[in-house]
């Protein structure tokens, strides 16, 4: 079985401060892990992925992610938070050939000026 | 290159009705997928359809149904409507399943309310 974990449902954070929104996985099999975001009343944009390849992604918006399997983490961090970057932010894993997600519970991101 | 559509935008039902949601995916994409997205239980996986044929299905009651048509263009049904079913649906559309090779678009979603 796949689930994920985000500690943290809430993240508040100055504007230029590091974001780390933290992510813990566990899969019986290889996992491919994502961070998605979603804005208000719009859907999920995938922001990175992990398919095994690079353990460091660096994705859209300069956010990057590590993935580290001795600790089974796949953390999201961006050096200088900015305000378009409030958010609520989804970790999801996978495995190979499906189009199945399984979502960890979100973690809401606020930039204070 | 228009994005994943998908229609109604807003529903509102009465406990007891049915709902048919409809989504449209990219254009060249097969594989589409729903997911329920509610406050107290997230973001959940209901069904999986590539080229006519349900591939993966999530741990939701038979109310709630689904089905890809030639034109890969999918419904999803929930019958016998219940407050709980209250949540944002969304619809994700990929070209082929396995998106640890491919890349999965969302739509926006249709926000249903059972009152």
């Known amino acids: 079985a796949q689930s994920v974990t985000q500690l943290g449902s809430h993240v508040s954070v100055s504007e230029g401060a590091l974001v780390l929104l933290r992510c813990n996985y566990s899969s019986s099999v290889p996992p491919y892990l994502f961070w998605y975001v979603q804005y208000p009343n719009q859907g999920l944009q995938l922001l990175l992925k992990y398919t095994s390849a690079a353990t460091l992604v660096k994705g859209i918006n300069g956010f990057e992610a590590e993935f580290k399997k001795s600790e089974t983490s796949f953390h999201l961090t961006k050096p200088s938070a900015h305000m378009s970057d409030a958010a609520e932010y989804f970790c999801a894993v996978t495995f190979r050939g499906t189009d199945k997600l399984i979502f960890g519970t979100g973690t809401r991101l606020q930039v204070f000026p | 290159k228009a994005g994943v559509t998908q229609t109604p935008r807003y529903l509102i039902k009465t406990r007891g009705q049915q709902v048919t949601l409809s989504c449209s995916p990219i254009s060249g994409h097969r594989s589409v997928s729903w997911y329920q997205q509610t406050p107290g239980q997230g973001l959940q996986f209901l069904f999986e359809?590539?080229?006519?044929?349900?591939?993966n299905k999530g741990n939701f009651p038979g109310r709630f149904s689904g089905r890809q048509f030639s034109n890969s263009r999918s419904e999803m049904n929930v019958s016998t409507l219940e407050l709980g079913d209250s949540a944002l649906y969304l619809c994700?559309?990929?070209?082929?399943?396995?998106?640890?090779?491919?890349?999965?678009?969302f739509g926006s979603g249709t926000q249903l309310s059972v009152l």
């Open positions: 359809y590539f080229s006519e044929t349900q591939r």
């Open positions: 994700a559309s990929s070209r082929e399943p396995g998106i640890e090779n491919e890349k999965l678009f």
